[in-house]
């Protein structure tokens, strides 16, 4: 069974940042989603380090970067300049089961996506 082990996240003001990490061994692909309170989960960013690709949703295009630790298993979310309405749970997501010559046109379906971490919470608000 594969795990995706999550943490970070927590408050943030308006403006500020946070970061949040997801931690799994043996897949270079990570996409990062996010689900508020009585919306349906939506797609944040996507990650291939064996494509070198990189892919953000235009509600946090650069706001968002995901990063990886040469090495490490775990890939970081950082977000900067927040908003309230990026308050969600979210969630990293591994072994993308589409076709990767299509993975920028595909990356956002999280039906797509096997495995999924546990879910971990951010707010912003003053």
């Not at 939506?42 to 690709?53: D, K, N, W, Y």
């Not at 908003?83 to 010559?101: H, I, S």
């Not at 495995?115 to 003053?126: D, K």
């Amino acid at each position: 069974q594969v795990q995706l082990v999550e943490s970070g996240g927590g408050w943030a003001q308006p403006g500020g940042s946070l970061s949040v990490s997801c931690t799994v061994s043996g897949y270079s692909m990570i996409g990062w989603f996010r689900q508020a309170p009585g919306k349906e989960r939506e797609a944040v960013a996507c990650v291939s380090s064996s494509l070198g690709t990189t892919y953000y949703a235009n509600s946090v295009k650069g706001r968002f970067t995901i990063s990886r630790d040469k090495g490490d298993n775990t890939m970081y979310l950082q977000m900067n300049s927040l908003k309230p309405e990026d308050t969600a749970v979210y969630y990293c997501a591994t072994d993308f089961v589409g076709p990767l010559r299509r993975l920028i046109e595909l990356w956002e379906f999280e039906y797509l996506w096997h495995y999924w971490g546990q879910g971990t919470q951010v707010t912003v608000s003053s």
